[in-house]
C-alpha cells in the first residue's frame, strides 16, 4: 500500500469516528476536558489527515480545498448534531472547529516556508561550494 493510499483510507475512517463521536450521546460524568478544547484539536488533527491524504504538488490549492471540506464538514456534523434529541447546535463549536483548522494551516504554511527556504540555501550553498573548488 503507497503512503498516499494509506493516508485516504486513514483520512476515512478517522472522518467516521469523527462523525460516530460527534453524534452519540456524552456519557454522563466526562467533562475532564472542556468540548470546545476537545473540537479544537480533533480539527486541528483531522485538518493534518486531510492534507495529508489530498496534497499534491499544488501546495495552495491542496490547502484550500483542506479548509473548505474540513470546515464544511464541522458545519454538517453541528447540523446533524441539531437534528439528534440527545445533541445540539453550538455555533462556538464551530468557532472552535475552525480555531483548530486554522492553527494547522498555520503551522503548515511556517513549515513549508521554512523548509523551501532551508533547501533553497542549501541546495545554493552547494553550488557555490562547487564552484569555488573549479
Not at 463549536?93 to 516556508?113: E, P, Q, S
Request: aromatic letters at 16%.
Amino acid at each position: 500500500m503507497t503512503t498516499k493510499r494509506f493516508y485516504r483510507v486513514f483520512a476515512i475512517v478517522w472522518l467516521l469516528v469523527v462523525a460516530v463521536l460527534s453524534l452519540i450521546p456524552v456519557p454522563k460524568g466526562v467533562n475532564m476536558v472542556s468540548d470546545k478544547t476537545i473540537h479544537f484539536f480533533f480539527y486541528l488533527i483531522t485538518s493534518m489527515i486531510v492534507y495529508l491524504s489530498i496534497s499534491n504538488e499544488k501546495f495552495v490549492r491542496s490547502l484550500s480545498i483542506t479548509v473548505i471540506s474540513v470546515l464544511f464538514y464541522g458545519i454538517f456534523l453541528e447540523v446533524l448534531q441539531s437534528l439528534v434529541p440527545y445533541r445540539t447546535f453550538s455555533i462556538y463549536d464551530i468557532i472552535a472547529n475552525t480555531l483548530g483548522i486554522v492553527t494547522y494551516i498555520v503551522f503548515y504554511v511556517v513549515y513549508h516556508i521554512t523548509r523551501t527556504r532551508y533547501s533553497t540555501s542549501l541546495h545554493g550553498r552547494g553550488d557555490k561550494d562547487t564552484k569555488k573548488e573549479t
